[in-house]
């Protein structure tokens, strides 16, 4: 009669299934812990990014239709700027009317804050109420640098001549930049976030030409 060992696990092999399973668990608790940790830093992230992208084209509006206005000059350092704007208000009816501002965005540095201030025109009118001052802020924001794209076009005798390039301020009162870079960026979790945005200004720039002694602005260039 044929006899049949049975045998079941040993010590050995149940300490090293036990050590396998503890290294899966471990694996997979840790992939776990890591994987909520991004999510949650994506979310705070995104979340924060979101407000600077929408404070971002708030200011890409509001450079996309400036224009030049002898009594709100167009000023501009690399920390502020400042020009003329159109903007829209309600009446005691609820009807839009448009408004002529001051639009003016600076970094405050001491604040860690980019802070935008929009004020009624109003050259009769000697002090400014609440109601015609409206500002806004976004905050922490750790650097804000504004650039100015100068862009100059002379026509002479047919031949033309152009002269551009980014500058760190604007000084030029007569006319208004061809562009703007704005660059700004802050902490996220340790680590620093830059963000950078390009805006043309279809009414910018300058063009001369001598034939008929006349300042001309040609061409949108674009969104880079």
Do not use: C
Not at 109 to 121: H, P
Not at 162 to 184: A, C, M, N, V
Not at 211 to 216: D, H, L, P, R, V
Request: charged share 25%; net charge negative.
């Amino acid at each position: 009669m044929n006899h049949r060992n049975k045998k079941g696990f040993t010590i050995i092999e149940l300490l090293l299934a036990a050590t396998i399973m503890s290294m899966i668990s471990l694996a997979v608790v840790s992939t776990f812990g890591v994987g909520l940790r991004a999510f949650d830093r994506v979310q705070s992230f995104g979340g924060f990014q979101a407000d600077v992208l929408v404070f971002l084209e708030g200011i890409e509006h509001d450079l996309r239709n400036t224009f030049a206005f002898s009594p709100i000059k167009f000023q501009g350092s690399s920390r502020s700027m400042s020009f003329a704007a159109v903007g829209t208000k309600l009446d005691e009816d609820g009807n839009e009317f448009t408004v002529l501002e001051e639009r003016s965005y600076n970094f405050d540095s001491s604040q860690k804050a980019l802070i935008s201030k929009e004020e009624d025109f109003a050259p009769t009118v000697s002090s400014a109420t609440e109601e015609s001052v409206r500002t806004q802020r976004i905050t922490p924001v750790k650097t804000v640098e504004f650039q100015y794209y100068s862009y100059s076009k002379v026509i002479k005798d047919g031949e033309e001549k152009i002269e551009s390039g980014w500058q760190g301020t604007w000084t030029d009162e007569e006319i208004i930049p061809r562009g703007i870079k704005i660059l700004l960026a802050f902490d996220d979790g340790g680590e620093e976030v830059s963000l950078a945005r390009t805006v043309f200004i279809p009414s910018g720039g300058d063009i001369v030409d001598e034939e008929y002694g006349a300042n001309q602005t040609r061409e949108y260039i674009g969104r880079r």
